[in-house]
Each structure stands twice: as structure tokens, then as C-alpha cells.
């Protein structure tokens, strides 16, 4: 059964300072995507990571993938308050993802 | 292009109701599919179609029918609707011509089940 963890579920983070979240997953291959939802909306693509040693990077946001560890990391860079959001990764193709339960990040002064 | 569009934004239901939730999309796109998302439990899959004809269950099916006769259309339906399918349904599609295959979500219908 494919599954995919992220961790922690909810990170209050301080304003200026860098994190970093987590996905990992249970099987190899296909695309590791990145989404942002904000309360009351829908799923908002940030990345889609193909290959081991995968690196991209949007503004505060930078997505890498470790297909050999079967894992995914969300770096955060200088947390400003308009990242509260709460991130999905999920797994898969085709119109068949498996996601996570979803990290809710909420950025204090 | 209008993306992916859903309709009904919200709706409410009694116990043994039926209705179609609809889905299109004016991309092209090969792939569609419906997810549920509940507080707690991110995306679950429902059902999923390749193509126009084709279509195959996801993690949670049961109490949910889907046809594909068109490409831009995938309405989703409950036969007989239960509390326990209250919640909020995505529907999504892709194209399947690129490498990233890029997920496109539309806004979402709140059903709730009395």
C-alpha cells in the first residue's frame, strides 16, 4: 500500500528564521508534487520533482527529492507570515496521487 | 480557459438523497479525477479516468459512481448519500504530453449530509 508521511503536522514558525518539512514516502518512482492550501480554497501546485537529486526553488521555497531515501524536503527560507498555508505533498501520476495529511505552518512575529 | 470548474460551491443533502457533482475542463486533458478531503486526512482518491470511456476506482469508492463520456466532462454521483460523505470534493486533470504531468485542481464543492 503506497503511503506517504509528512512531519511534523503543525510548525508554528518565527518570522526570519529558515525550516525545513518533511514527506517521505513507501515506493519508488513516478513524481513528487508540492501543494499549498490556504483556508477555505483549493490545492495550488508549488512543484513537481521527476528525479533523484531534483532541486527547485520558488521565492521562500525550495522543494528537493531523495529517491534513494524515499524522501522529499521543504525548505523554508526567512518564514514571512504570507507562507501560513498548510502544505500537501503527494505521490504518483496520471491523475493518481497519494497524499499526505498535509503540514499546517503558521508564522508568528 | 476556465481551468477546471466545479459546480455545485456547496450543497446540502438528506440521508438517501442522490445527486451529481460536476466537473469539467476546457484543457484537453486526458486525465480526471475526484478526490475527498476530510479535516485530518488530506486527499483520498475516489475515482480516476485515462480518457474519455475509461474510468477506474481510486482508495475510496464505494458509494460513488463516475462516467467519462466526454473528455472535458467527469461528474461524480451519489446514489444514496450518507453523513459519512459529508465533506469537501476536488476534482483535478492532467495532461498527459509532458513529464511533469501537472495536476490542476478545481475550487471545490462543500457537500454536507444531514
Known amino acids: 500500500e503506497l503511503k506517504v508521511e509528512q512531519n511534523p503536522l503543525f510548525l508554528s514558525m518565527q518570522e526570519g528564521k529558515n525550516y525545513t518539512i518533511y514527506c517521505n514516502y513507501s515506493?519508488?518512482?513516478?513524481?513528487l508534487y508540492w501543494y499549498r492550501q490556504d483556508p477555505g480554497k483549493s490545492l495550488e501546485s508549488l512543484f513537481v520533482l521527476l528525479s533523484n537529486g531534483a532541486v527547485k526553488q520558488e521565492g521562500r521555497l525550495m522543494a528537493s527529492l531523495d529517491t534513494k531515501a524515499r524522501l522529499s524536503t521543504l525548505h523554508i527560507t526567512a518564514a514571512v507570515h504570507d507562507l501560513s498555508a498548510t502544505y500537501f505533498c503527494a505521490y504518483g501520476a496520471n491523475s493518481k496521487l497519494t497524499f499526505g495529511k498535509g503540514i499546517t505552518l503558521s508564522v508568528r512575529p | 480557459n476556465a481551468g477546471v470548474t466545479q459546480t455545485p460551491k456547496f450543497q446540502v443533502l438528506k440521508t438517501g438523497q442522490s445527486m451529481t457533482l460536476q466537473c469539467a475542463q476546457d484543457?484537453?486533458?486526458?486525465?480526471m479525477s475526484w478526490y475527498r478531503q476530510d479535516p485530518g486526512m488530506g486527499l483520498r482518491l475516489i475515482h480516476y479516468s485515462v480518457g474519455a470511456g475509461i474510468t477506474d476506482q481510486g482508495e475510496v469508492p464505494n458509494g460513488y459512481n463516475v462516467s467519462r463520456s466526454t473528455t472535458e466532462d467527469f461528474p461524480l454521483r451519489l446514489l444514496s448519500a450518507a453523513p459519512s460523505q459529508t465533506s469537501v470534493y476536488f476534482c483535478a486533470s492532467s495532461f498527459s504530453g509532458t513529464s511533469y504531468n501537472e495536476q490542476f485542481f478545481g475550487p471545490g464543492t462543500r457537500l454536507t449530509v444531514l
Open positions: 515506493t519508488t518512482s513516478d513524481r
Open positions: 484543457m484537453n486533458h486526458e486525465y
